[in-house]
């Protein structure tokens, strides 16, 4: 028989009936294994003492009362809307919106206001988040051009298996992987292609200050250039691919999603970036550190705030395809999604996968 | 069954029915436990219940309590969130070991070592690969091999291996 793994006499250790009685046997004639159990059983004692902590002896019938006595809106509302998935999603939205083109597109009265060069992580509490005002009762917004329903409703113009179909519709390369994890499973792939549309969001200051009455607040006096102006987001085509992905749990979790976009322009009838920035950075319920993160980055015009929530994930910059990317996830394959400019395109590659497997994805793109 | 990842799945679903005494008989019989894993992980008594509050309500929200997979589920979630609440905290620069109240009336010497040596092991855990991490805590909080197989989503029989290579890891970190 040969020597015993590591795994068995570390085992052997803390649970000494768990072994064969070949282990057994073996163990007993063994003196190099005996003495690697040693060893080992040494090293675990050493770690014992450094993991050692205050022993607690917590009440649950205590701990149950406060969590009934939290209010539902805390305990159901913020960490949903604080779930991986979600706030990727989030800052998916923020990051495809704020990437620009440089010159087409744009109506006569709108002029371009960002172009953003960096990705700028800026961390973000639970409490950040469930304090955030409800920006949508600013103003109104209204949706125009052919893939107008399906951004607005979640529709697609094309569901289909065939990636040449994707790129005739769509207009766009629509890369695919050359590599993929095994538990994704490729045959299962399925292109989604939503139409070009534009948004746009007017400004309206005695809407707001009518929604902040209700809610009895006062706002900031919305400056007059920014009152009636509005801003405008061209976006689309887009295609998404889905792949299922294979988990041991079978759980609901969307599956890898590989995204190919014409990258969307943000034009503006008159407030400039640093107009917009001061004035929303005003309103009650952005906290002063966030307000100080994002104030903090210089130059709103080329640098991109991306929300972070801070207990949940961790932001890098990485180079896929020769591009500068920003890189959301870690390797405990909850969620990871990479994003990143190429030629006039934005692409993103997530899904319920380490960040290396999504960025080795992501380098795996191949166009034809 | 993956906890971790079943921990993870909480997208735009409607909330299941919650069959609130079955969730209660959870609650009395796992509170402790998952308490006692995120205490593992951060060293502050405050923190560690604040985590299993999330990990109960993240679970009740969208999980029925008469699941098999209910107790793992609670110890997966309660080591990586707790994990996360660890790195959140570095990154916030928050003073470390506010549980030092725990220490009154031991010799402030000792009590600065301890919380010295508390400091550098959450450090380390910080920086070790995840996996190793949650073997490590899951482990040293009391749970068997095969109830810390179930929460990792893996074989009884790695367990062994994958603590000792989390322990090396950890040693190796902690090395002077």
């Known amino acids: 028989m040969s020597h015993l793994a590591d795994g068995t006499l570390r085992r052997i250790f803390d649970e000494p009936n768990a072994i064969s009685d070949h282990e057994r046997d073996h163990l007993a004639s063994c003196a190099v294994c005996a003495a690697r159990r040693d060893a080992i059983a040494d090293d675990a004692r050493t770690v014992t003492k450094l993991l050692d902590v205050p022993e607690l002896q917590p009440d649950a ?174 976006v689309g085509p887009l295609v998404m691919q889905l792949y299922k992905v294979d988990r041991a749990s079978g759980g609901d979790m969307p599956g890898l999603v590989v995204v190919d976009a014409r990258a969307p322009v943000v034009s503006s009838t008159g407030p400039s970036v640093r107009d917009f920035e001061n004035y929303l950075l005003a309103q009650p319920g952005i906290s002063p550190t966030v307000a100080a993160q994002i104030r903090a980055l210089g130059d709103p015009e080329t640098m991109l705030p991306v929300p972070i929530p801070i207990d949940y994930a961790s932001a890098r910059t990485v180079t896929v395809h020769g591009q500068s990317g920003l890189l959301v996830g870690d390797s405990t394959a909850v969620f990871s999604v990479v994003f990143w400019r190429e030629g006039d395109a934005v692409r993103a590659v997530g899904g319920p996968l380490t960040d290396a497997e999504v960025l080795a994805i992501a380098n795996s793109l191949r166009q034809g | 069954m993956n906890a971790r990842a079943l921990e993870a ?110 400091r550098a092991v959450r450090d380390a855990l910080r920086r070790i690969p995840e996996r190793s991490a949650a073997v490590l805590v899951l482990r040293y909080s009391g749970l068997s091999y095969a109830e810390v197989a179930l929460a990792l989503g893996v074989g009884v029989g790695q367990i062994g291996t994958l603590l000792r290579r989390a322990e090396e890891r950890i040693r190796k970190e902690l090395a002077p």
């Open chain 1, 61 to 234: 019938s205590v701990a149950l009362r406060r969590l009934r006595a939290a209010p539902a809106a805390v305990r159901f509302s913020s960490p949903r809307a604080f779930r991986a998935p979600r706030w990727l999603f989030a800052a998916a939205a923020v990051v495809l919106v704020a990437f620009t083109l440089t010159t087409t597109g744009l109506a006569d009265s709108f002029i371009k206001i960002f172009e953003p060069k960096q990705f700028v992580p800026v961390t973000v509490t639970q409490a950040d988040l469930r304090a955030m005002p409800d920006l949508s009762a600013y103003g109104t917004m209204t949706w125009s051009g052919p893939g107008a329903a399906q951004w607005q409703k979640g529709g697609t113009a094309l569901k289909t298996t065939d990636v040449a179909a994707a790129r005739a519709r769509s207009g766009l390369a629509v890369p695919t992987p050359a590599s993929l994890p095994a538990n994704v499973d490729r045959s299962s792939v399925e292109y989604r292609v939503l139409d070009a549309a534009r948004a746009t969001f007017t400004f309206d200051a005695a809407k707001a200050r009518a929604a902040a009455a209700q809610q009895n607040a006062t706002l900031p006096p919305m400056p007059a250039n920014i009152d009636g102006s509005s801003l405008a987001v061209d």
């Open chain 2, 9 to 118: 799945a909480d997208g735009p679903t409607v909330a299941k029915p919650v069959a609130s005494t079955a969730f209660e008989r959870l609650f009395a019989a796992e509170y402790a436990r998952v308490v006692r894993i995120a205490q593992r992980v951060l060293a502050d008594a405050a923190e560690a219940e604040d985590v299993a509050q999330e990990v109960f309500v993240s679970f009740e929200r969208k999980h029925r309590a008469d699941e098999q997979y209910a107790a793992a589920w609670l110890h997966a979630a309660a080591a990586h969130r707790a994990l996360n609440a660890l790195r959140a905290r570095k990154r916030r620069a928050v003073r470390e070991e506010r549980g030092a109240r725990v220490d009154v009336g031991v010799d402030p010497h000792e009590a600065a070592e301890r919380s010295e040596r508390r």
